[in-house]
């Protein structure tokens, strides 16, 4: 059954390549984070909790009804 598929040499060459371009992605993703001073990882771990205390931030109302389509 299998007899009958046939690859191209270019098929094998176009895996290996897109291989090492998402391990190469990844490697220097991590080296990159790896690199990132103590100051700055802190900082960007606490983003998300930064606009907690905000007061600016849009509330939602109690006596707006949401619309159902």
């Not at 191209?8 to 390549?17: F, H, N, T, V």
């Not at 490697?27 to 606009?51: F, Y």
């Amino acid at each position: 059954m299998f007899k009958r598929v046939f690859f191209e040499e270019w098929s094998g060459l176009m895996a290996a390549l897109s291989f090492m371009l998402i391990a190469g992605v990844f490697v220097v993703g991590t080296l990159r984070a790896l690199r990132i001073p103590k100051a700055q990882r802190e900082h960007l771990a606490n983003l998300p909790l930064e606009g907690a205390g905000d007061s600016s931030a849009p509330t939602p109302d109690a006596t707006q009804v949401p619309i159902k389509p």
